[in-house]
């Protein structure tokens, strides 16, 4: 039976008298199967016996468009039962605005991570998040929080957050799902029109058509990064756009002057005003 919880205090309380090992898997709701699989990786880590913890919260500090927060679905009944289906034991639902005082000054910062990528094109998005996410921590604490590989930025700060701030919970990261036509899973992908959902399968596309010139041997990172652009723009819709294309070091996230190491090529893309990212990874 799924436990409904709102505030710090009661899931706290609710928590420390459930079982261990304990499993967190944040969410901003608007729940697809790619968190759904989140949620099974997640009983899987802590056995039938454990407990699994989903936190639904719309983080308004991590949205750096207002447009983009108010039309962000929230579809919180739907979500529950997706919850109460897939044998989650506490949801924590925190009402909008209800976690942060109304003077709130302190937040998580990365300097380096965070340089490029989204980090570059949606200022403070990631102190957004990272200040979310050691909150979730600190409120919860959980033995394992799971999160998705799509969201590899995303994944790979909060990484170095619990190694840099010595934050006692191991991250699992998750491998992105994908429908069969090779889209990854997203909230936002709800808010495309059926020509824009039906043209997007253009980005991992391009991605993939970029990363097997590695079979070539070639090293020139621009290579890559024009043969991406030129597959994300051919006869590409009128509302379609680029935001960024990068290609970075797997672990630094900075961007590389010579292919001889893992790299991943990243994109953010819009249609209209939804922006979807994905990636590839690119092994010389
Ligand atoms: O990936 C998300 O849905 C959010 O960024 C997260 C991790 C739940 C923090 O709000």
Redesign the pocket.
Known sequence: MLQRHATVADVRSALKKLPSPQALV???GALHEGHLELLRAARKKVGPEGTVVV?I???PI?FDRAEDLENYPQPLEEDLALCEQEGVDVAFIPKAGSLYQKDHSVIVTDSLLSRHLCGATRPGHFD??LT??LK?FNICQSDYAI??KK?FQ?LAL?HRMVRDLDVPVEIIGHPTVRENDGVALS?RNRKLTAEQRADAPRIQRALAAARDLVTTGEQNPQTYIEAARHHLLKEKPEDFSIDYLELVDHLTLQPISKLTAPATLATACFYGAVRLIDHIEIYP
């Open positions: 944040p969410t901003m936190s919260f719309v983080n991590q957004g998040v979310i996410v979730l999160f998705g969201d995303q909060i909230s």
